[in-house]
């Protein structure tokens, strides 16, 4: 498998389900993106926010190999030194 690392413009984030979070958005190609299963302790962890609304997160990542794949679904890597990253947000987005 290839590991893969972009750039991911976060334009959603839900909760469908109790501590699991969806976040989908693009890359710099503006392809949909959608790591898999974020759970709301990835949200921020070691009190730095790695994923926000309208925020780019460097990600790591791998083709989805899951029963029910989607183009735009992608394996989240969670490990040292891959950990997801918040770069900056949005031109224009309250946060910038």
């Not at 735009?72 to 031109?91: Q, S, T």
């Amino acid at each position: 498998m290839t590991t893969e690392v972009m750039n991911l413009y976060v334009l959603a984030i839900a909760r469908p389900e109790n501590e699991v979070v969806c976040v989908a958005g693009i890359n710099d190609n503006g392809e949909w993106i959608r790591p898999q299963r974020i759970f709301e302790r990835d949200i921020v962890v070691e009190s730095k926010v790695r994923f926000d609304l309208y925020g780019i997160t460097k990600i790591h990542m791998m083709p989805w190999i899951g029963r029910t794949t989607r183009p735009e679904d992608c394996f989240l890597i969670k490990e040292a030194g891959k950990m997801p990253e918040l770069i900056g947000y949005l031109k224009g987005s309250e946060n910038n």
